[in-house]
């Protein structure tokens, strides 16, 4: 069997207790074993060392790369953990529901480009690779799903 390392902020969420539960029994349908954060750990350094314990012995990663406490970025300590993962030679599936490329998403937010341009308002350029995030971590993905229930299946096929 597999095992997969969840990344993603659905740890903060008051209800991650019923996602934890989602996401064992997606996996069990699909025959993966899902490691998962411990809220039991009270330390930064105790969460840090257990969240990469769990990386080093899992196969893969499912990272949930949704915008977090922001408007178009995932949570950095999630593309951390992905990038941790890919420098380990773990396959890293993304799940997003978004996927439109970041041009298109931040040209309907305050901060990103008026249409036709690709400057911000603070001058900062926007990549325009059609990709729905930054290149770097595109490209260090093995595969970019709409879904959490998309990834599980895509971590099952591989």
């Known amino acids: 069997m597999k095992s997969i390392y969840f990344a993603g902020p659905d740890v903060f969420n008051q209800h991650y207790p019923q996602r934890k539960a989602e996401i064992r029994a997606r996996c069990a349908a699909k025959g993966l074993t899902p490691l998962l954060d411990d809220l039991e750990l009270d330390t930064a350094e105790a969460i840090f060392q257990h969240n990469l314990s769990l990386i080093n012995q899992a196969d893969g990663v499912i990272a949930n790369l949704n915008p977090f406490r922001g408007v178009i970025e995932p949570d950095s300590g999630t593309v951390f953990e992905c990038a941790y993962a890919y420098a380990k030679g773990k396959f890293v599936i993304g799940y997003l529901n978004d996927r439109r490329d970041i041009l298109t998403k931040l040209r309907q937010t305050e901060i990103g480009p008026p249409a036709g341009e690709v400057f911000c308002p603070d001058g900062t350029w926007v990549e325009n690779f059609k990709q729905p995030l930054n290149l770097m971590l595109v490209q260090s993905l093995?595969?970019?799903?709409?879904?959490?229930?998309?990834?599980?299946?895509?971590?099952?096929?591989?």
């Open 142 to 158: 093995t595969a970019i799903a709409g879904s959490l229930e998309e990834a599980i299946k895509e971590a099952a096929d591989l």
